[in-house]
Structures are given as structure tokens and as C-alpha cells.
Nanobody
Framework: QVQLVESGGGLVQAGGSLRLSCAAS????????IAWFRQAPGKERELVAA????????YYADSVKGRFTISSDNAKNTAYLQMNTLKSEDTAVYYC????????????WGQGTQVTVAS
């Protein structure tokens, strides 16, 4: 089992920055990839960014390319999502999730952290 805990959300003005953290515990050796999803009120959950646990970037949503950066620090068992030039449309609950195998579902999820961007 893998446990994930997000932190770092909050209220920020448009154009500002936040860094989300996702602390992993348990069988972290079983993690193949880590991803950040978000879900805004009334909208479906969307994949924002993904990378292998070793830090090779797999995916960025078009809406965040050039503004968000996914990274991981294996020594700290923590993944990060650096979010710059935030927009009001980035307002959502952000979740990190872990994947055990390439192309598989994400069985491990954090509880989510709220990001609110004020325009």
C-alpha cells in the first residue's frame, strides 16, 4: 500500500505562484509514476501533469504547459507541482495519485488540497 498526503494549497492572486507537495509513504518502491489531477466545481477531474517516480516527465495538460512543473525528490519520497502564473481557471481541488505500472490505473490517491486563484 502507498499513502499520499498533499499540502501547499491556498488562496493566491492571479499571476501568483504556489507549490504543492505530495508526501508518499508505505511501499514507495512500488510507485512507477506520480500524477497531479484537479477537479473544479461542476467539472470532471482532469489530469494536469505526470512523471515517473524517478522524475521523467510524461505529460502536461495543454492548459498548464509552460506554467506548471512536476518534479519529485525520491530521497524525501515527495513529489511537487510548481504552479506559476496562476489563473482563475486553475481554481480546483488538486490531487496527487500514484501508479504502479505504466499504463495502469491510479490506485493510490491523496485527500486533495484546495487551490483558489482570485482574479
Amino acid at each position: 500500500q502507498v499513502q499520499l498526503v498533499e499540502s501547499g494549497g491556498g488562496l493566491v492572486q492571479a499571476g501568483g505562484s504556489l507549490r504543492l507537495s505530495c508526501a508518499a509513504s508505505g511501499r514507495t518502491s512500488s510507485i512507477y509514476a506520480i500524477a497531479w489531477f484537479r477537479q473544479a466545481p461542476g467539472k470532471e477531474r482532469e489530469l494536469v501533469a505526470a512523471s515517473t517516480w524517478s522524475g521523467v516527465v510524461i505529460y502536461y495538460a495543454d492548459s498548464v504547459k509552460g506554467r506548471f512543473t512536476i518534479s519529485s525528490d525520491n530521497a524525501k519520497n515527495t513529489a511537487y507541482l510548481q504552479m506559476n502564473t496562476l489563473k482563475s481557471e486553475d481554481t480546483a481541488v488538486y490531487y496527487c495519485a500514484a501508479q504502479r505500472y505504466r499504463g495502469s490505473l491510479y490506485p493510490y490517491w491523496g485527500q486533495g488540497t484546495q487551490v483558489t486563484v482570485a482574479s
